[in-house]
């Protein structure tokens, strides 16, 4: 099993940028495949990054595509979401989650999440 804790969320204004970490407890982080999801108020999560185990594949929604950035630090069990010209739109609670599924697929929607963490609040003001 695996806790995970967000944090780094907040109040920005649109262009602006945050950076999310979700740090993890115990020995096998580095074992997980880890994932961003997202949920807007009114809509469903959705993933919008993965990254695998070693960290030398990644996943993007198109929605963010070339603004966000997802990584992780094994040595430190944590995971990253560098985020850039953010939107409006971007606002959300933003999760961190251990993922599995097809990943030779090459998309973000057949993947699921497993152990989630409780989220942290990201707003763009226009």
């Known amino acids: 099993q695996v806790q995970l804790v967000e944090s780094g969320g907040g109040l920005v204004q649109t262009g602006g940028s945050l950076r999310l970490s979700c740090a993890a407890s115990?020995?096998?982080?580095?074992?997980?495949?880890m994932g961003w999801a997202r949920q807007a108020p009114g809509k469903e999560r959705e993933f919008v990054a993965a990254?695998?185990?070693?960290?030398?594949?990644?996943r993007y929604a198109d929605s963010v595509k070339g603004r966000f950035t997802i990584s992780r630090d094994n040595a430190k069990n944590t995971m990253y979401l560098q985020m850039n010209s953010l939107k409006p739109e971007d606002t959300a609670v933003y999760y961190c989650?251990?993922?599995?599924?097809?990943?030779?697929?090459?998309?973000?929607?057949?993947?699921?999440?497993?152990?989630w963490g409780q989220g942290t609040q990201v707003t763009v003001s226009s």
């Open positions: 990254i695998t185990s070693g960290g030398d594949s990644t």
């Open positions: 115990g020995r096998t982080f580095s074992s997980y495949f």
């Open positions: 989650a251990t993922v599995y599924g097809p990943w030779y697929k090459g998309t973000l929607s057949e993947l699921k999440g497993d152990y």
